[in-house]
């Protein structure tokens, strides 16, 4: 049991937007820890995609934004295209685990 | 643009010491957070800890007890060991540069394949 839920799929066809949520508590996410997501493509390491709930590192496409609200975060694809197709995993920090790293369990995105 | 990569023993016997090392290239180790990750065959990312390069760790709770991560600054490299390994170890293991200001991590090795068996 992960201490950052995530739904375990989502799914949409090209062009569409999608959310990806990522639900935490008041130890987390909710204590004013930021959240980061990743994308981990089949058979690859994670790749950092937005880190302080909304910023993109360079390189990665305005197609993907983050936002944080009370202990939860999410994660939006718009204009979704074939090779966004893969796992995606929230992360933060968690004050009652002394101050270690939680990830989300993933949720795998498809294409359709 | 710094590159990580992991190294050590692909199978690893039950009750006996994991022991990885990380290389870091193109920068020093003499700066950041430098961290475990582990994810184990078809499930998700687990966090196993850090360490500053001050020397200063944090692990997770649950791995605590059999964790060690620690630095080599002559060769630009940190290490982790887990001891009394299960089968439950068995995962890919990666290390990854943690970001001062954020905490995001934004630099990952490739993964090592470590399987716990006899």
């Known amino acids: 049991q992960s201490v950052l839920t995530q739904p375990p799929s989502v799914s949409g066809a090209p062009g569409q937007r999608v959310t990806i949520s990522c639900t935490g508590s008041s130890s987390n996410i909710g204590a004013g820890y930021d959240v980061h997501w990743y994308q981990q493509l089949p058979g690859t390491a994670p790749k950092l995609l937005i880190y302080a709930n909304n910023n993109r590192p360079s390189g990665v496409p305005d197609r993907f934004s983050g936002s944080k609200s009370g202990t939860s975060a999410s994660l939006a694809i718009t204009g979704l295209q074939a090779d966004d197709e893969a796992d995606y995993y929230c992360q933060s920090y968690d004050k009652s685990l002394s101050n270690s790293g939680v990830f989300g369990g993933g949720t795998k995105l498809t294409v359709l | 643009q710094v590159q990580l990569q992991e190294s050590g023993p692909g199978l690893v016997k039950p009750s006996e010491t994991l022991s990885l090392i990380c290389a870091v290239s193109?920068?020093?180790?003499?700066?950041?957070?430098w961290s475990w990750i582990r994810q184990p065959p078809g499930k998700g990312l687990e966090w196993i800890g850090y360490i500053y390069y001050s020397g200063s760790t944090t692990y997770n709770p649950s791995l605590k007890s059999r964790v060690t991560i620690s630095l080599d600054t002559s060769k630009n490299q940190f290490s982790l060991r887990l001891t009394s390994v299960t089968a439950a170890d068995t995962a890919v293991y990666y290390c990854?540069?943690?970001?001062?200001?954020?905490?995001?991590?934004?630099?990952w090795g490739q993964g090592t394949l470590v399987t716990v068996s006899s």
């Open positions: 990854a540069r943690r970001s001062y200001g954020s905490g995001s991590y934004d630099s």
């Open positions: 193109g920068g020093s180790i003499n700066s950041y957070y």
